[in-house]
Structures are given as C-alpha cells and as structure tokens.
C-alpha cells in the first residue's frame, strides 16, 4: 500500500479538517463556511465515506486531506506528506528528487538550520558573543528562553555566515536565495551583521527566516532587519512564538498578540504563554486564519492609531468577519508589553485579563480626546467610530453600540443609524473609483447543470443501476452531451456498481474531480424518500430531453432559412413540435 493511502486510512479527514474549521454534520456529510474564501453561507463540504472535501463556492476546488493541507498551508505535496506521515506514525520512504521546487524549499530549510545553530553557538559558546550575552542579560532574558526560542548572535563583519554555509556545500546563490546574503557589486555579503538574531518558525516548528536587532540604537543603522520575502518566508504570513505557545493559546481561551520579540519573551518569561508578535501592527488574514485554529478570542496589544489607521481597520474588520471577540489590552505603564511587565508586571497582568472589548475602546478612545458636549467635536467623535461601527455584522453588537455612542454623545438612535448608512454609501463610492473592472462572469450552461445534477442523483440513489436503467429507456446517449457523465454512467453500469465508497479503483484520474463534486452535492432533501427521489429525477429528464428537442427544432429551423429540402424540414419541424408538446 502506498503511504498516501496509508495515511488517509490513519487520518480521518473529518478530525483533521475540523482542527482549522468548525464542521456541522448535515445528513451523511460535513459543511461549514469555507476556510479559502469569505462567505456567509456555508458551502464547503465534507464527506467521511469517501474522505473527501469540495468548496461550492468561489473557490469551486476539492479534494482530499493532502490538498486540504497544501491549500491551507501553502505548501507543497512533499511537505504535505511528511506533515501528514509525522501524525500517523509513518516513516516516509518516498524520494522527491523529481520535484524541483521541492528541492529549493528543502535546501533553504537546511540552510536557515545550520544558519540559526551557527548564530545560537555563537551567542551561548563564543566569545565573540560575550556582548550580545551581556545585552540579552541586561533586558533579563534567561539562559534556559535563549535556548528554547533559539535566540543567537551574528557577529560585525562582512561573509561570517556566507563563508560558513559555504563550506558546508551550499552554493552561493542558494544561500542569497534564503535571504541571509546580499548580492553586492563586488561581492555577495551577510545581511545580518553585528545583531541579536530571532530565529523566525512558521507554526509547524520550521525555520523560515531570521529578525536582527542591534545592540546599540544609532541613526545610522536600522534597530531590526528582517529576511526578505523568500520561498520560505511570508511576513504576513508568520506570527513570532505561534511554534512554542500555540498548546497555550488553544487552554487559555484567547491569544494575546503584541508587536515585538522582546515582547514575546518577556511575557513568556513572566508565565503569559499564550502569546504572539506581528511585524507592525496590522494583522493579516493569513495570520487571523492560522489563530482561529486555535481560538476565537484575540487581546491587542499593540501600538494601534484606531483614529487613522486604514490598516488597522481593516485587521479588525477582518477579525469580525471571521467571528472573533477581540479585545485591547490597555496598559499601566510603558511603551509597549516588555517594559510594562518590568515596570509592574501585576498591574499590566490585570490589565490584560481585564481587556477591554474592542469597540468600547476605540468610543472611549475618540470620546477621550474630543468634547462630546460641542457640536463639532460631536461630529468628530462620530467621524472615528463609525468606520468600525458600520461593519459591524452582528445585529445584536450593532444596535448595543449604536445606543451606546448615542448617549455618549446626546443624540439620538436614529441620528446614529442615518450617519452609518450615509458613512457606508460613502465607502462604497469612494471603492468604486479604484476598483478593477469586474470580470465577466461566465455561466454554467444549463445542459452542463442538469447533467451533472443528473449524476449526483444516480450516484447519491439506493439504487443507482435500476435507475440508470430509468435514464437509459428515457434518453438516448447522445442527449448526454459530457463526455465525463457519459463515462461515469458507463463505468457504474459495467462494473455493476452499486456502493459508491468503492469506485475509486474503477474511476481514472480524469473523472476524480467530477464524480466527487456530484458524491458531495447537498440533495439530501429529495434523497429521504423514493417517491420525492423519483419524481425529482423524472422532471431532470424530460428536462433534459426537452433541451434536445429545442436544439434539434432550432437545427430544423436553421436549415429552413436556408431553403433546403423545404418540404421534408417542415415534416421533421412539425414532429418535433408535438413531441415538445407531449412533455409535461
């Protein structure tokens, strides 16, 4: 057996998805709304028979637990299969040799490993590190935090790392692809020289890339470097500690996310273990998606402008959107988490478990910094809360914060809600001028539908032979007009199949995709009894039977204009016209 299949035999596709996306079981399948796309109707499905899954949505994909994962995931096949072996206790066996990209990802992989013991060596072990020591010693990180996060040092000088990757076989160009050399004029050079080093993990434990801070804050260099975008790293896509806090997020019920790695550390130090940092202070929906995995309540605390931010607007719109309560920490003291936790680390505790919700916050905020008994500062209140206000989806949330703003500053509901409506028309025509064209959308054919409507009947039946019977007495082939429907009926009649749970041994790669989207289609509502079933396919057939004579009839007609055999097109037109008659 080969390993996918041993794996999908191990790994029950129902568990595994359910990790990233709530499942509610309707009828034999699974469906929730889909983790690829925003919607507010549910469309993604998913079935434990066949362990399989298909988005009716946008996406309009399928597949099984190896496409899930590199879809999420945006990984390839390789990595997906290693991942996925780890967790059902196989050894991989497989060469990748002939995947390419594969290759690159795997040689950047070891590369930035080799790079981060090399830079930790120096920091722990070296005397060339006795200052960064002494640096990390006074912002009292521990010895034991240095190792777990792997924290290190690259020394001041010009080819340090480059010469040692060098030597240990990799070529130069693959070392500047990992992002940790800079292709010079004269020469390729480190990027990173003279800086504590973070190593960066993505949230399954690999490293993806590196952030370097200096030791002495000057104006002549930048106080963090980060790896550029590579195959590896994303930084919209990488949340600093998510490979070490992560089982603390899912116990504690909430993430608290900050802005920094010093911030991480500090917390983690201090017993706050359900933490994560971003670079700057928007969120992305990569990174939103990647927590929702692990909870649905996320605490800011971050340096965030609510009054002007477009970006920050955005992450919480974001975060609503994908059911979060979101929270903000509003600390005691300090600039930011780490010197607010060496301040008073107990008041700053507090603080965090008492975050505040996040529309309170931005009203207080704007009330705070504006008279809300003058008229204009009124206004100027209303101009910074409705923004986030009028994207606020649920009913409930809305028409509590609606009330609040209006008391807070004496006007009335009304006025509040007539404000949201001009606010949001005006959104919308401010978008409009620099939005892209709308594609065309392009329509399924309804031949194309009620054949595959069709499919997923016979499949989905008790008895799909007896009524592929059914449609054979009642079409001829060529009213089918898909080659892969006409397939599929053909092997389901030759191989006399009758559980569909089978069919993947008789089915050929071509088909997979099709006879999967109609195994999941929703018809459950015409399945529960025959006499519904029945009478739901008899009315897909005349359906399809009358398309066949509408198209003969126009053929008929086309060929009449022309003048051609007048009098025999007339008898064919006039047959055809009574057998359309005969169809109810």
């Not at 035999?9 to 990790?19: A, H, L, N």
């Not at 965030?304 to 607007?313: E, F, K, P, T």
């Not at 910074?384 to 206000?389: I, N, R, S």
């Not at 559980?499 to 529960?528: C, H």
Request: charged fraction near 25%; aromatic fraction near 8%.
């Amino acid at each position: 057996m080969k390993d996918t299949e041993t794996i999908k035999e191990k790994i029950d596709i129902v568990s595994f998805i359910s990790e990233y996306v709530p499942l509610k079981k309707t009828g034999r399948n699974f469906i929730a709304r889909c983790p690829f796309h925003a919607e507010k109707t549910p469309s993604f499905v998913v079935s434990a028979d066949r362990q399989i899954w298909r988005c009716f949505g946008a996406c309009n994909e399928g597949g099984d637990i190896f496409t899930f994962l590199m879809k999420i995931e945006h990984i390839e096949f390789p990595e997906a299969l290693k991942e996925l072996g780890k967790r059902a206790g196989i050894t991989i066996n497989q060469s990748f040799t002939a995947d390419p990209k594969w290759q690159v990802k795997e040689r950047l992989f070891e590369i930035n490993h080799l790079a981060s013991e090399y830079y930790h060596y120096l920091l722990t072990s070296h005397a060339v590190g006795i200052h960064a020591r002494e640096y990390l010693a006074a912002r009292g990180l521990h010895e034991r935090l240095i190792k777990h996060f792997m924290i290190g040092y690259a020394p001041a000088g010009w080819n340090n790392v480059t010469t040692f990757l060098q030597k240990k076989g990799y070529s130069t160009e693959e070392i500047i692809q990992s992002g940790l050399t800079i292709s010079g004029n004269a020469r390729p050079y480190d990027r990173f020289r003279g800086r504590v080093m973070f190593t960066l993990h993505n949230h399954r434990g690999d490293i993806v890339g590196f952030s370097g801070r200096v030791l002495t804050e000057t104006e002549r260099v930048a106080k963090y470097i980060n790896t550029p975008e590579t195959l590896l790293y994303h930084k919209g896509k990488l949340l600093y500690g998510l490979n070490v806090t992560r089982e603390a997020i899912g116990k504690s019920g909430y993430v608290l996310i900050c802005e920094g790695e010093f911030d991480v550390l500090s917390a983690y130090q201090h017993g706050i273990t359900n933490v994560v940092a971003i670079k700057g202070t928007a969120l992305t929906e990569d990174q939103l998606r990647l927590l929702k995995r692990y909870t649905s309540e996320i605490r800011l605390c971050l340096d965030m402008d609510l009054a002007g931010d477009v970006a920050s607007r955005r992450s919480i719109e974001l975060a609503e959107q994908l059911e979060f309560a979101i929270r903000v920490v509003q600390l005691p003291t300090g600039k930011d988490l780490d010197e607010a936790l060496k301040t008073d680390q107990f008041a700053t505790k507090k603080a965090i478990e008492h975050a505040v919700a996040i529309y309170d916050f931005i009203l207080d905020s704007a009330l705070g910094r504006h008279d809300a008994t003058e008229p204009f500062s009124k206004k100027r209140v209303a101009d910074e809360v409705l923004p986030y206000f009028e994207r606020i989806s649920n009913p409930i949330l809305h028409n509590h914060y609606v009330k609040k703003l209006a008391v807070a500053i004496r006007v009335s509901e009304s006025s509040i809600e007539e404000a949201l409506t001009r606010s949001a028309k005006m959104r919308v025509i401010r978008s409009s001028g620099a939005t892209l064209p709308e594609p065309v959308q392009t329509r399924t054919p309804r031949q194309t539908l009620l054949e595959e409507y069709l499919l997923s009947l016979i499949i989905q039946s008790t008895k799909p032979l007896l009524y592929l019977q059914i449609v054979a007495q009642t079409l001829t082939i060529e009213v089918i007009r898909s080659n892969a429907v006409r397939k599929l009926f053909s092997i389901i009649n030759e191989k006399q199949l009758v559980d569909m749970k089978s069919v993947d041994q008789f089915l050929p790669q071509e088909l997979v995709d099709i006879f999967n989207k109609a195994y999941l289609r929703n018809i459950e509502s015409v399945t529960r009894d025959a006499s519904t079933f029945e009478k739901e396919l008899k009315q897909v057939l005349v359906a399809l039977k009358r398309l066949e004579l509408r198209r003969k009839l126009g053929e008929v007609a086309t060929k009449l204009k022309q003048e051609e055999a007048i009098e025999t097109l007339n008898t064919q037109f006039r047959s055809i016209s009574e057998q359309l008659k005969t169809l109810h």
